[in-house]
């Protein structure tokens, strides 16, 4: 039977993954690889990371069915509320994993990347807690947009570095990082926010991020009798939530899987990060995956109004199950999200981050049953979008 799941010894999901680094980076790689199972894997880190899950982050977050937009699709939407986590978003998880394996690898400097913020908070906030150096790269047009978690992650200590290069945005903040983890390689440990990167990257967040789908699976059976639902959505760019939601069902073919990408102002625009309807594949930060490139393999600049899902590729893991039709992918433009955020605001009372605003523009776009289990992951929530959201109230008097 095809694993979806895990990847093979190389890092390869069927064809996408595997580690393509510069041979300063290869020592780095090298010691992960040869070191992440087996810690993550021991008693000792599973009970100090849960334990932390629990009291700190708060974990089992709530599995919510929201019965007005449940009523206004004609079918049963749950909600995943990540939103409900310490820091606002599902990010803490990772981050909270990886400065434990860290701790263990024996370093003491921490860098990270970020586009919305929301990881850079949480490996602020992981750092804090566990008395770290932490060094942030983000782009200088994000810091722009997403000041409220700029303000948070210094106010935790971390140092917040712009990325001016490029578009300014998450991709140039991941080659930034990448650098300083090439200049500074015995002392530190980069923590990717996202299932993309060299493996054995994609893997280590996949499995942080998949307490998600396992309390998924439970808590259906509480409430319905069940484990499985017939769909899980998620928002993809990198797709570290999706990856999490998607873990515990990828190799059940009864629940089907659907996965929304940034189209931005729309796929023909020139203005999108609508990664499998406009990319081929391609190397992007460390990995084979499916890429926004040129015909002579250089990048294109993608655009999202969402921070979080401005990122020209999605991780190997999510390419996989493109490829082999395990998932369907959905564009969902800009004004397209903010039409669900605020669906969701009026019907639920629940701000929701832009970037889970194109995984609830789904409900719009595919017809569900009556009888059906619909779990959405609402992987953020929007105190971070506020700005973008009064532009919106403004501008057509909401």
């Known amino acids: 039977m095809t694993t979806y799941r895990n990847p093979d010894e190389n890092g390869y999901y069927g064809e996408f993954g595997g580690a393509f680094v510069p041979e300063m980076l290869y020592p780095n790689v090298e010691e992960l690889q040869q070191n992440y199972i087996k810690i993550i894997e021991s008693e000792e880190f599973k009970k100090e990371l849960n334990d932390l899950l629990k009291d700190y982050v708060g974990r089992a977050t709530p599995l919510y069915l ?171 760019g990198g797709g570290s939530n999706a990856a999490g939601t998607f873990y515990h069902f990828v190799d059940e073919p009864s629940v089907k899987i659907i996965a929304a990408e940034a189209g931005g102002f729309g796929v023909s625009s020139g203005k999108s990060a609508a990664t499998t309807f406009l990319g081929t594949t391609g190397v992007l930060h460390g990995s084979k995956s499916i890429v926004m490139q040129t015909n002579d393999g250089q990048v294109i600049e993608p655009h999202s109004i969402s921070a979080g899902l401005d990122y020209p590729g999605i991780g190997p893991f999510h390419a996989n199950l493109f490829k082999n039709n395990r998932a369907e992918f959905f564009s969902i433009n800009d004004d397209e999200a903010l039409e669900s955020a605020f669906e969701l605001t009026r019907l639920e009372g629940i701000i929701p981050a832009l970037e889970s605003s194109h995984a609830l523009h789904v409900l719009k776009k595919k017809n569900f049953q009556k009888d059906d289990v619909v779990v959405i992951c609402l992987s953020g929530r929007g105190d971070k979008d506020m700005e973008t959201y009064l532009k919106k109230l403004e501008t057509e008097n909401l």
């Open 66 to 236: 929201a019965k007005n937009l449940s009523e206004k699709y004609g079918t049963n939407v749950y909600l995943k509320r990540e939103d409900l986590n310490h820091t606002g978003a599902h990010k803490i998880n990772n981050a909270l994993g990886q400065v434990l394996l860290a701790k263990k690898l024996g370093k003491k400097r921490i860098i990270a990347e970020t586009g919305a913020g929301q990881h850079g908070v949480a490996t602020a906030t992981a750092c804090a807690l566990m008395n770290l150096e932490c060094i942030v790269y983000m782009g200088e047009v994000d810091i722009a947009r997403q000041a409220p978690n700029v303000a948070r992650m210094k106010m935790l200590g971390a140092k917040v570095v712009p990325a001016t290069s490029g578009s300014k945005t998450l991709k140039d903040a991941v080659n930034e990082a990448l650098r300083d983890w090439i200049n500074n390689a015995t002392t530190t440990h980069y923590i990717i926010g996202s299932v993309v990167g060299p493996h054995p990257f994609p893997d280590l967040v996949a499995r942080f991020q998949s307490v998600i789908s396992e309390e998924i699976k439970w808590q259906l059976k509480e409430k319905i009798g069940r484990e499985n639902p017939d769909y899980v959505i998620a928002c993809v």
